[in-house]
């Protein structure tokens, strides 16, 4: 049976390569300091089934946790204060990329179709198997299409060196850079968020505010409060517990019979609109910025603002005229 750890591991083990090549790299100026950011992360993924194990008292070994605690704060530390650089890419010239292009043609998007599809077999057919660790076949899916997409995109393009896609994945590890973990973070935000109270608290503020009965108020509060906190999270998968606990929940659903799906898929369709309109989701926003090398690192949400008012505006006037 496949376990998820297993997973975790081969994820770190990505990650440490990827550090020792950062570290030999002398055309980076931080390379030492990119090298300890990504080596110490790739390093908490096995111990953190130690402290996994330790939490819930099972498993053949177990690590406390203080000290995974304490290399959250070093890697805090390493991307606050902008320890994190990046070399000169070995590529290929611009002439030979076209040439590859035009001989590739659409086949370059056989590896990325890959990821879904492995993914999606894995969890509908092999689910029951028995291959897959209980209730993780998507999960596992996902990281097996990784690999699958990985020989893949090999054998479509005739590269036989492991070590081109390796040294091709790091290049864009250092372009990306700690913006990389903002949506795994802003995700853990969120679930802090609900356990101290947060969207409690707004919602008592918000039962003071709002008039009773008011049902096209309360879809304006949680749309517009879905957008607000997406825009300042950067993540509405961490807006969506502190909002519905406040008002989707008690307000919108329980006091005023709201359609349940309705009410959460616009609610977060709302939130998604925010997410078109933050330089928090940088892996949205900035990343795609800095990839493409573009002037201005704030173009593309200056280019989806617009949309995403506009589609806060439909998912507000959707919900208030068909959720109830």
């Known amino acids: 049976m496949i376990k998820v750890e297993w997973l975790y591991w081969l994820i770190g083990l990505v990650f440490v390569v990827m550090a020792v090549q950062m570290a030999a790299d002398r055309s980076n100026p931080k390379r030492w300091t990119s090298a300890a950011f990504w080596g110490l992360l790739g390093l908490t993924f096995p111990y953190g089934t130690g402290v996994a194990n330790a939490t819930a008292k099972n498993g053949d070994w177990t690590l406390p946790a203080e000290p995974l605690g304490v290399a959250v704060l070093a ?12 070399g000169v890419p070995v590529t290929t010239t ?28 894995c969890a509908s057919v092999l689910d029951e198997s028995g291959l897959f660790e209980t209730g993780k076949a998507t999960l596992l899916g ?42 795994q973070l802003l995700a853990v935000l969120g679930s802090i968020f609900a356990v101290a109270g947060v969207g409690d608290q707004v919602g008592d503020i918000m039962n003071k505010v709002l008039p009773d009965d008011s049902k096209y108020l309360a879809v304006i509060a949680y749309c517009v409060g879905m957008f607000l906190f997406t825009v300042i999270m950067g993540n509405a998968f961490a807006a969506f517990p502190v909002m519905t606990a406040a008002i989707g929940w008690p307000v919108l659903i329980q006091q005023m019979h709201g359609n349940e799906p309705a009410v959460l898929a616009i609610g977060m369709l709302a939130g998604f609109a925010g997410t078109l309109c933050t330089p928090m989701a940088a892996n949205f ?40």
């Open 94 to 121: 611009g002439e030979q990329r076209e040439a590859s292009a035009a001989r590739l043609g659409n086949k370059i998007f056989i590896p990325a179709l890959a990821i879904p599809l492995v993914a999606i077999v």
């Open 285 to 324: 926003n900035i990343v795609p910025a800095t990839l493409l090398e573009l002037k201005d690192q704030y173009g593309p949400i200056k280019a989806q603002l617009p949309t995403g008012i506009a589609l806060l505006g439909c998912c507000t006037v959707i919900m208030a005229l068909f959720a109830f």
């Open 142 to 183: 996902l990281g097996v299409g990784c690999v699958v997409a990985l020989v893949v995109g090999m054998l479509v393009t005739g590269e036989k060196k492991l070590s081109v896609p390796v040294h091709s994945g790091r290049s864009m590890l250092e372009a990306m850079g700690s913006a990389l973990l903002l949506p």
């Open 75 to 86: 890697l805090i530390v390493l991307a606050g204060f902008n320890f994190l650089g990046k």
